[in-house]
């Protein structure tokens, strides 16, 4: 009698209603069969975000924002650089001058002379470093001897070298995101049940150097029929 009394309980007990496939709830989706773990990460790649928000996953927003904010970054401190960058080389311009140097120091056909002028007429960002940094080329300053105007000189190259470098640690900061998001798709993924399958391999591999703009990821996707 206990027993049957007990099964009636049961039986008039409401039933909660099976979860929607791909149904999506506070911090991710309860079930992502028809959701492609390969497609989420290679957007994650292309996009910080987009891939957690085609797996519903809504801190992509996340990921995306701090995109913005990289490019952003990267963008503002590149043409600070550049604005630096094209003042310094106009001071130059206007108080470095190779016919003083060259009365100066009497090294015209020097190996110093050939120097200057190869980097003058053929890599204008080295000649830049010479006059300023070489103390062979400091009497070509209209200064000299007190080197005041080679001293703003430096302060502004000295700006616009570290605008640069933040620009390309944003850039850096890009990359990073671009890794993490796609590395914590997979992770999610895995953890709410959508899997690549056993026919199906994935490689991912990173080469990377810190502040240098030498970086690449590769990904490689395969699968035997």
Not at 114 to 139: A, C, H
Not at 170 to 188: C, E, P, T, Y
């Amino acid at each position: 009698m206990l027993l049957a009394q007990r099964a009636l309980a049961d039986s008039s007990a409401p039933v909660p209603a099976p979860a929607a496939i791909g149904s999506v709830s506070e911090d991710g989706p309860a079930l992502l069969e028809h959701k492609s773990t390969g497609k989420a990460f290679i957007m994650d790649l292309a996009v910080p975000g987009t891939g957690h928000l085609y797996a519903g996953y809504k801190r992509g927003w996340v990921y995306l924002g701090l995109e913005a904010v990289a490019w952003a970054s990267y963008l503002y401190y590149r043409d600070l650089g550049k604005q630096r960058e094209t003042e310094f080389e106009n001071y130059a311009d206007g108080h470095w001058d190779y016919n003083q140097w060259i009365a100066a120091c009497g090294c015209s056909g020097s190996p110093e002379d050939s120097l200057i002028l190869y980097f003058r007429d053929k890599n204008s960002q080295q000649y830049y470093e010479e006059i300023g940094k070489i103390s062979t080329y400091f009497q070509g300053w209209d200064s000299w001897p007190t080197l005041e105007t080679r001293s703003v000189y430096t302060g502004l190259r000295a700006q616009s070298n570290n605008f640069l470098d933040n620009a390309h640690t944003a850039v850096l900061g890009a990359f990073v995101n671009r890794i993490v998001s796609a590395v914590d798709v997979l992770i999610s993924m895995k953890r709410s049940g959508a899997m690549l399958d056993s026919n199906t391999q994935m490689k991912f591999r990173v080469h990377t150097k810190p502040f240098s703009r030498d970086n690449a990821v590769g990904l490689e996707l395969t699968r035997r029929l």
